[in-house]
Structures are given as C-alpha cells and as structure tokens.
C-alpha cells in the first residue's frame, strides 16, 4: 500500500523563485532564506519520495474570476510552468501521476468533497518556488524534479474560501485515500503559502513573527485546535494574504496522529505526534514572513 511519510510546509514567495533564476541566491540578502533550506534539500534526497502531494494556490494563471474552484486536483501527466508576465520561470516541466491522483479523487469524492478534477492546467510559482527551495537551481534542458507531483490547487484569493477545519477534514480523507492505494509508493503531502503578509492597503508590509510561530507551535502539537481559527484571525493577525495558511492544515490533516480509519471515522488509537525533523523561520523576504517545517510520520 502507499503510506505518507511526511509533510513540508513552506513559503511560496515569487520573489524567491526570481532570485534564484537569477543566481542572486548567495547575495546577502537572500543567502539567510536559502540557508535555511540546505538541509531540507539533503533531506529530501535522502527520504526519495515516490509522489509529491504539493498543495498550493493559484494565482490567476491556471484559472480566473471567471472560474474559481475551491479544492482542484491535477490529474494530467504533465504541467507546463506558466508565464507570470515574464515568461516562464527557467525549471523543469512538472510531471504528474494520473493514475494515484485519479484514485484520490474518487476516493475523496466519495467522502463527500467536491472536487474540481483537472486535466490540463499550467503552474505558476505557487508549486514551483517550494520545489526550487527544496530541490536547489535545475536546468530545465538537463535536470527534472527529483519525482512526480500532483497539484492542489485551493482557493485563497476570492471569498468564500475554505475553512481551517474543512482544510484540516480533507487532509485527512486525502491520508485515506493514499493509503487505499495498492501500490507501495512513499508519499509526502506538502502544504504552502504563508506565513503572515498584506500586499495592499495600509497594513502592505504587514509581518506578525510572534503570531507565526505560534502557528507553527500549534501546527505541531495541537492541528485540530488550530483548524477552528476563523478566518478573521488571520486576516487580522497575520494579513490580508495570511488566510493561505489554512493550505498548511492541509498537509497536517494528513499525518498519522490525526489520521481516519478506513470507514471514515477516528482510528480509535492514539497515535505518536510527528517527529519536527527540520524548522525554520526567518524575516523578511520581499516584505513577506518565509516559514519552514518538516514532519516525519513518528
């Protein structure tokens, strides 16, 4: 069977993709970001997951306000990088996993979340800064990401936007859902997005560092008290863009300690808390939080 063995958490800040393009990553300014990667990228090779779950929003280039769905899963067997207004960034094309991502949907579906199943988008740097920040500067000419990635793409620009706790619920049927899989693949599920920032308004540079880490506190040791923050907490706490955050639960929901039986409810038994394998925090990065966790299944 398949199995989560982990969960990343990360920023997705384009800026960091652009600096990186253009090999400033070792400018003093942007070294303190990317230093705070260098193990996770060892990491990441030394765990060589099967599939990448990457949880992410788009940011108007996959989809528009004329279409705006709230959970959309990739089920392609490739993504094109999209053109931001810039051109595409310079990394390799996404490959997919139809075949896992399919059997997501319908389980999922089947435990009553909707979902927008698609099957031709591009992906902006919402999914491929948290790759380049994991993986390191690739050629898109020689190199590929080190696996194949399923795109979630969650809405958190347009209100209405998913709940805490009905992003935290659909991690956890997603768990269900890879392990009902019959192939023996190792899983990591990645929630991004965050941490605390505004673009806009009079509140633009907002960064709430003491708020952060008390999400990341609290991610760790209590997820489900976490998922009922209301929306209104994060706005005001965390700013106008802070609401991504809720992608973070995500990925949480889908951890061991919180998991689902396979007829839907409570596993009955209390599983050992995640182990915190790698943190990071650091202020700022083009006038936003950049935050970083790793969680291993204990």
């Not at 319908?106 to 435990?111: A, G, K, L, N, R």
């Not at 948290?130 to 979630?152: E, K, T």
Request: with cysteine.
């Amino acid at each position: 069977m398949a199995r989560i063995t982990a969960s990343v958490y990360t920023s997705h800040v384009p800026a960091i993709g652009a600096a990186l393009d253009l090999g400033k990553d070792h400018e003093p300014y942007w070294q303190k970001v990317f230093a705070g990667y260098e193990f996770s990228r060892q990491w990441l090779k030394a765990s060589k997951p099967d599939v990448i779950f990457l949880v992410y929003n788009d940011h108007a280039n996959a989809f528009s306000l004329e279409l705006i769905p709230t959970f959309a899963i990739g089920t392609a067997a490739a993504y094109a990088i999209a053109d931001e207004g810039w051109g595409p960034r310079p990394v390799p094309e996404v490959k997919g996993h139809p075949e896992l991502a399919s059997h997501i949907a319908h389980s999922v579906i089947q435990d009553d979340f909707d979902l927008t199943i698609v099957n031709r988008m591009d992906v902006d740097h919402g999914l491929t800064v948290p790759l380049s920040l994991m993986c390191g500067r690739l050629d898109p000419a020689r190199d590929a990401w080190p696996c194949p990635v399923i795109p979630f793409a969650v809405n958190v620009v347009q209100y209405p936007v998913p709940s805490g706790r009905r992003c935290f619920e659909l991690g956890r049927a997603i768990r269900k859902a890879v392990e009902s899989y019959d192939q023996p693949l190792n899983v990591q599920v990645w929630g991004t997005g965050g941490m605390s920032h505004q673009l806009q308004g009079p509140r633009a540079g907002l960064i709430n560092a003491a708020w952060d880490n008390r999400f990341l506190d609290r991610l760790v040791a209590e997820p489900a008290a976490l998922a009922a923050t209301p929306h209104i907490e994060y706005v005001r706490e965390a700013g106008s863009e802070g609401i991504e955050l809720v992608m973070w639960l995500i990925a949480r929901g889908a951890m061991s300690d919180v998991a689902l039986s396979a007829a839907g409810g409570a596993t009955g038994t209390q599983a050992r808390a995640p182990r915190v394998v790698h943190r990071f925090y650091h202020v700022p990065a083009s006038n936003t939080a950049v935050g970083h966790l790793i969680l291993e299944s204990a």
